[in-house]
C-alpha cells in the first residue's frame, strides 16, 4: 500500500510559479504517476503524466508552461508550474500505478491518490 502526500499549493498571482511535490510512502520508482486537477464545479482532469519508462505526457492546456519530475532517491514526484494562469486554479492530486506503462489519464488506471493540494492564480 502506497500513500500519497502532496504539498507546495498556495496562492499565486498570474505569470508566477509554484513547484507542488507528493512524497510517496514506499519506493516508486517504476511506477506510473500523474498529477490530476480538479476546479470547481468541473470534472477532474489530467494534468501530466510519467510512466516507469520515463516517458512524459502533458495535457494541451498547460504544454511549455508545467514540467513533470521525479526524484526516484527520495520517492517524490514533482510539478513544475509556470506562467500561472487564473485558469489553473484547482486543486491539484497526485496519482501513481504499480504499472509502469500507463502514461494516460484515464483515473481507473490509477490505484493510489493523494489528497490533494489547492492552487489558487489570481491576476
Known amino acids: 500500500q502506497v500513500q500519497l502526500v502532496e504539498s507546495g499549493g498556495g496562492s499565486v498571482q498570474a505569470g508566477g510559479s509554484l513547484r507542488l511535490s507528493c512524497a510517496a510512502s514506499?519506493?516508486?520508482?517504476?511506477?506510473?504517476m500523474a498529477w490530476f486537477r480538479q476546479a470547481p464545479g468541473k470534472e477532474r482532469e489530467g494534468v501530466a503524466a510519467i510512466n516507469g519508462f520515463e516517458i512524459i505526457r502533458y495535457a494541451d492546456t498547460v504544454t511549455g508552461r508545467f514540467t513533470i519530475s521525479r526524484d526516484n532517491t527520495k520517492n517524490t514526484l514533482y510539478l513544475q508550474m509556470n506562467s500561472l494562469k487564473p485558469e489553473d486554479t484547482a486543486t491539484y492530486y497526485c496519482a501513481a500505478s504499480e504499472d509502469w506503462y500507463i502514461i494516460d489519464f484515464e483515473e481507473n488506471g490509477y490505484r493510489y491518490w493523494g489528497q490533494g493540494t489547492q492552487v489558487t492564480v489570481s491576476l
Open positions: 514506499g519506493s516508486t520508482s517504476r511506477y506510473s
